[in-house]
């Protein structure tokens, strides 16, 4: 079953909580504050001028740029997990690795040996 349970806020690192509702698709996810954030600098004219052609990491220091590489990997992590559930409901559906790897462009086999799970799912024959 899919769930938001221990699951980050994609744009901040966040933990989901309680009071840090998440929302999301496509296995991001992002709090309120996130939204928030950038709704408003979305609906900003100004502020949008203002980017426009500038990106946050060309103005952090090296030490940001490092305490940010664990945030990405865990982002990176989690749609890597989401993307295994995501495949986990369509098997519980019945649908077919085959029909899997068709939508991905790979083969049976390929979608397989790179979903299924240990001890898990054993059924590439479908
Ligand atoms: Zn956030």
Redesign the pocket.
Known sequence: MITREGK???????PGSKD?Q?VGGLGA???????D?FHAILHDPEEMAARKGTFPWDTMSDAELLATLPQIMASAEQNTAFAHEWVDLLRERSISWAEIGRTLGVSRQAAWERFARKGGDKTHTA
């Open positions: 980050i806020c994609s744009f901040c690192g966040e840090l998440l996810q992002i709090c309120v504050s996130c939204v954030d």
